[in-house]
Nanobody, 115 residues
């Protein structure tokens, strides 16, 4: 089992920044990658960024240059630094642990960007 707890969401004005955190616990050694997804009302869930067990990262084109995924192994925490936010970034953000058995999900954190 893997447990994931997101935090750091909130209300921010356009152009502002937020840093999301995903605290990971449980069978951490079984994780191949941690992914950040988001889902806006009426839209499908979208993969935003990923970090592999080896530390390789990738970001969706829609957030490249604005969002950065990183991790602190000592704290078992993955971060999503979000800069230059715009209203289209408004969504519930989820972190997900990819394992060979199945994906695990956190409960999500709301990010709302006001114009």
């Amino acid at each position: 089992q893997v447990q994931l707890v997101e935090s750091g969401g909130g209300l921010v004005q356009a152009g502002g920044s937020l840093r999301l955190s995903c605290a990971v616990s449980g069978r951490i050694f079984s994780i191949d990658a941690i992914n950040w997804y988001r889902q806006a009302p009426g839209k499908e869930r979208e993969l935003v960024a990923s970090i592999s067990a080896g530390g390789s990262t990738s970001h969706a084109e829609s957030v490249k240059g604005r969002f950065t995924i990183s991790r602190d192994n000592a704290k078992n925490t993955v971060y999503l630094q979000m800069n230059s936010l715009n209203t289209e970034d408004t969504a519930v953000y989820y972190c997900s642990a990819q394992t060979i058995a199945k994906p695990y999900w956190g409960q999500g954190t709301q990010v709302t960007v006001s114009s």
